[in-house]
């Protein structure tokens, strides 16, 4: 009888332990199998983009022109107006217009687009595979870039013009009937089209004297890697540059953000999706206005001061809503950047357009949109190129954006200056 209840036991402590192996080993494959799971749902990083060293010189040449257009376009504009340009959207117009030019004109666009030491192989080439790389880097950002060529019907064009264009740009070309009612609305549509009807209207008329339309179009859509709660946003004073102030609504959060503060710009880079896109804002220094931000900035400082970022725990953001849209005829600007042999109807050489001479640049149109808020960023661009024919003390950073500021959108790898602008109001309605 002792044997027998011995053996029973026996044989429950053996069941005891055996359920308690199998609850152990149950217990840590879940262990493992949640670990695996975190493992594979790590967000990805930014994906780098390799250029060639002709590519990196082109984008070096694009970020030169675009900082000294925005320089000025800056200097002829009212001080206290909001001012966005995309730079990328203004050198890709000009590129494709560039491919029709020869003699003095070729050069003259050459200087003023910085683009010295490339041959028009390079340049087209490599815009190719920056137009590639840029839309299709980050898939959490929507980053689209269009451009076209509209020729007047019975306008004779040379065909390499066509499509080298094509080839490089992407361009999509039509002929159309510019004396048509509905060519301005044709050419609007493809506009609002391209750019999610953030940009609806580009052209306002055809003149009579116009034979073509280059065109280029970029819409931009990144959300927050890092949004800003919308119950946290409350109206809070904005500095404006007569010391009066505005309310407005107030963005805040608190992360980890690659931050830079020298002797004169504290700045904040705030990324987009996986990271690629960011957008770099810079307030002057207590001491330092805006205007000495402007003086300084050129393309050396831009790389030097991106240089110069590093990534800061706690830094507290207060971020403004804004939303605002710009325009520009950029003849002047253009003009005074060394391309006026461009728009004179007299000397203008643009014979690989059309062989029979005769074309100038008449106008070019830019214009842009942006709306900043808790999600993230919509930006559009539009640049038209008009072409005529002549007759014969709390721990962490703080960073309050409570004053006029500059900020610019770029890609990580190739640093491409995609937007930059300058908020001196912000304004934000739905």
């Known amino acids: 009888m002792n044997n027998q209840i011995v053996n029973i036991s026996h044989l429950y402590i053996k069941s005891t332990i055996m359920r308690?192996?199998?609850?152990?080993?149950?217990?840590?494959?879940?262990?493992?199998?949640?670990?695996?799971?975190?493992?594979?749902?790590?967000?990805?990083?930014?994906?780098?983009?390799?250029?060639?060293?002709?590519?990196?010189?082109?984008?070096?040449?694009?970020?030169?022109?675009?900082?000294?257009?925005?320089?000025?376009?800056?200097k002829a504009e009212e001080p206290e107006e909001n001012v966005m340009i995309s730079p990328l959207s203004v050198s890709l117009a000009l590129a494709m217009t560039y491919n029709g030019a020869d003699g003095s004109t070729k050069e003259a666009m050459e200087k003023t687009l910085e683009l010295n030491g490339l041959t028009i192989d390079e340049i087209n080439e490599n815009y190719k595979m920056l137009i590639d790389a840029l839309v299709s880097v980050d898939p959490k950002v929507l980053m689209s870039i269009a451009n076209s060529i509209w020729y007047r019907q019975n306008?004779?064009?040379?065909?390499?013009?066509?499509?080298?264009?094509?080839?490089?740009?992407?361009?999509?070309?039509?002929?159309?009937?510019?004396?048509?009612?509905?060519?301005?609305?044709?050419i609007n549509n493809w506009v609002a089209d391209k750019t999610k009807n953030k940009i609806t209207e580009i052209l306002d008329e055809i003149p009579a004297a116009a034979?073509?339309?280059?065109?280029?179009?970029?819409?931009?859509?990144?959300?927050?890697?890092y949004e800003f709660d919308e119950s946290d946003t409350e109206e809070k004073p904005f500095y404006l540059s007569d010391r009066t102030t505005k309310d407005v609504p107030m963005m805040v959060q608190e992360a980890t953000f690659n931050?830079?503060?020298?002797?004169?710009?504290?700045?904040?880079?705030m990324p987009y999706g996986a990271g690629n896109y960011s957008m770099i804002i810079l307030l002057p220094q207590y001491n330092k206005t805006l205007d000495d931000i402007i003086d300084q900035l050129s393309n050396e400082n831009w790389n030097r001061w991106l240089s110069e970022f590093y990534e800061t725990e706690k830094?507290?953001?207060?971020?403004?809503?804004?939303?605002?849209?710009?325009?520009?005829?950029l003849k002047d600007e253009l003009i005074?950047?060394?391309?006026?042999?461009?728009?004179?109807?007299?000397?203008?050489?643009?014979?690989?357009?059309?062989?029979n001479g005769g074309l100038y640049i008449s106008r070019v149109i830019h214009k842009t949109f942006i709306e900043v808020n808790?999600?993230?960023?919509?930006?559009?661009?539009?640049?038209?190129?008009?072409?005529?024919?002549?007759?014969?003390?709390?721990?962490?950073?703080?960073?309050?954006?409570?004053?006029p500021f500059i900020f610019a959108i770029k890609e990580k790898y190739t640093n491409t200056i995609i937007f930059i602008g300058k908020v001196m109001e912000p304004d934000y309605e739905d």
């Open 259 to 269: 931050y830079l503060s020298n002797d004169i710009i504290q700045a904040v880079e």
């Open 315 to 329: 830094v507290q953001i207060h971020l403004p809503k804004f939303k605002f849209e710009y325009k520009n005829l």
């Open 20 to 74: 308690a192996i199998r609850f152990l080993i149950s217990s840590i494959f879940i262990l493992l199998l949640s670990y695996s799971c975190e493992k594979t749902n790590v967000e990805p990083g930014p994906k780098e983009i390799n250029l060639t060293q002709k590519g990196k010189i082109l984008v070096e040449s694009d970020n030169r022109f675009g900082i000294k257009l925005f320089k000025a376009v800056l």
């Open 211 to 225: 034979v073509m339309y280059l065109i280029n179009a970029i819409y931009f859509k990144g959300i927050w890697k």
């Open 336 to 355: 005074n950047l060394d391309m006026g042999i461009a728009f004179d109807p007299g000397n203008a050489d643009f014979s690989k357009i059309n062989p």
């Open 155 to 186: 306008f004779e064009v040379e065909q390499d013009f066509i499509n080298v264009n094509q080839n490089y740009f992407y361009a999509e070309v039509s002929h159309l009937d510019f004396y048509a009612p509905d060519a301005v609305t044709t």
């Open 374 to 403: 808790e999600e993230g960023t919509k930006a559009a661009a539009v640049t038209l190129v008009e072409i005529e024919i002549t007759a014969g003390g709390e721990t962490g950073i703080h960073f309050y954006v409570n004053q």
